[in-house]
């Protein structure tokens, strides 16, 4: 488990909060479920060549630091989230909020908290004529899908 904090605006908290307890759920649970809609969407969130895009201003009753523990899929899937959109992961968590609250609050409570839908990740890496190639796997990669040469070189999860 990983132990990390995210910053949120009051609404953002109060709107976490309300439909953690409307759909008789933890806080951490809501959060996942969230920012896991998110990736449906994340090609139309990718961020170019800039530093990570935080929250600005300052929200009107000042920040919430939220702690949170995210076991290791969750933290490596949220982290390379982070890096693709260039967005830290509290401004995806205010995202994912606006974008998706309603679409949750709407499910049936059976139907709610999947988890991350993918189970283990893989880092490889590979070098061809001095170009430097890194592939992430959200899942665990079968034998046969990685290219020749590529090496495995981080994984949590299950076997790769």
């Known amino acids: 488990m990983v132990t990390t904090s995210i910053n949120m605006a009051p609404a953002t908290r109060d709107s976490i909060a309300g ?3 409307r759909l008789g759920k933890t806080q951490h649970e809501i959060i996942v479920e ?3 809609r998110l990736m449906r969407d994340v090609h139309q969130l990718l961020g170019g060549f800039t530093g990570v895009r935080r929250q600005t201003g300052k ?3 000042g920040w919430y630091c939220f702690c949170i523990r995210f076991n290791a899929e969750e933290y490596e899937y949220f982290t390379d989230m982070r890096k693709l959109c260039k967005k830290s992961v509290s401004l995806l968590v205010a995202i994912a909020v606006k974008k998706y609250m309603a679409e949750l ?3 049936e409570n059976s139907e709610l908290i999947n988890y991350i839908r993918y189970k283990g990740s893989a880092v490889s890496f590979s070098n061809s004529d001095g170009i430097a190639c890194w592939q992430l796997y ?3 990669p079968s034998p046969g899908i990685t290219r020749q040469g590529e090496k495995i070189v981080r994984r949590t999860g299950y076997a790769c």
């Open 138 to 140: 959200w899942g665990t």
């Open 34 to 36: 969230l920012l896991t």
């Open 59 to 61: 929200p009107e009753g």
């Open 105 to 107: 609050l709407a499910k």
């Open 19 to 21: 439909a953690a307890q």
